[in-house]
């Protein structure tokens, strides 16, 4: 499946985010961010704040049970712990994101890959995604206390009945992309360090392209607001939010 593709006039950034790099940016209201595997096996492990009230990030717990599911896809939005929504799943090509498989650090990095430090390999030492996030983490005033259950975009896991979880190798292929709408100011933070399931011995984390770009005008009849029951409630508490914005 193709992304739909974007009107050159509504695009206002686009980037590109290596293997095992950070990237940061408010996601104003109106605007949406596509991510794009570029070659294949990319993961994004992402964390939300409120930029006005950082104490105000993504839950995992509410997202997944407010909408009775444990993985992601279009349709789906993405809860704070106040009860409103922070982003909507508007496009998908993968079909399924994975919420539960944490994040990596040095040790695991270290354990799988080996030691590849900065004094030897430069720009191509191998970094984890704990590390990522508190280095990009820090740039916003946030740290260690900030590190709450993460996203993990183009990556699947799955339990099975008796609770053992599986990686599923080759899940996103190149071009898979996944639109992700602002219904409030949003601080994204996220890094491209290889998903803590992965297998295999060498470390070459995927390469990311963004979009940033302006949204559609959010219908009576949207997808992700009727997806479930409690986007809807979800979403009426984030247009209380919004009620005093300025607007022309």
């Not at 294949?40 to 909408?67: C, H, I, W």
């Not at 909507?88 to 080996?114: C, F, K, L, N, P």
Request: with cysteine.
């Amino acid at each position: 499946m193709i992304a739909t593709p974007v009107a050159e006039q509504r695009v206002v950034l686009r980037d590109t985010v290596p293997g095992g790099r950070y990237w940061s940016m408010v996601l104003k209201r109106g605007f949406t961010l596509r991510m794009i595997d570029r070659d294949g096996g990319a993961n994004v492990s992402m964390l939300l704040f409120n930029p006005a009230n950082p104490l105000e990030r993504y839950n995992m717990a509410d997202t997944l049970k407010g909408q009775h599911t444990s993985r992601l896809t279009r349709g789906n939005m993405l809860y704070s712990d106040m009860g409103r929504v922070m982003l909507s799943i508007v496009g998908d090509t993968v079909g399924w994101h994975d919420t539960i498989g944490g994040v990596t650090d040095a040790e695991m990095i270290r354990r799988q890959y080996g030691e590849a430090s900065y004094q030897e390999h430069h720009n191509a030492f191998f970094r984890d995604g704990r590390e990522l996030f508190l280095i990009e983490l820090g740039k916003w005033g946030l740290g260690k206390r900030d590190l709450v259950p993460n996203v993990n975009f183009f990556s699947k896991v799955y339990a099975d009945t008796d609770g053992r979880m599986t990686y599923v190798p080759d899940h996103s292929q190149a071009g898979d992309a996944v639109d992700l709408r602002a219904e409030m100011d949003t601080l994204v933070v996220f890094n491209t360090a290889p998903h803590p399931m992965a297998p295999g011995d060498h470390y070459a984390p995927g390469t990311v392209d963004l979009l940033v770009y302006r949204s559609e005008p959010v219908r009576d009849d949207d997808y992700c607001i009727h997806y479930r029951p409690e986007n809807a409630r979800a979403y009426a508490n984030t247009l209380i939010a919004n009620c005093q914005e300025y607007s022309t």
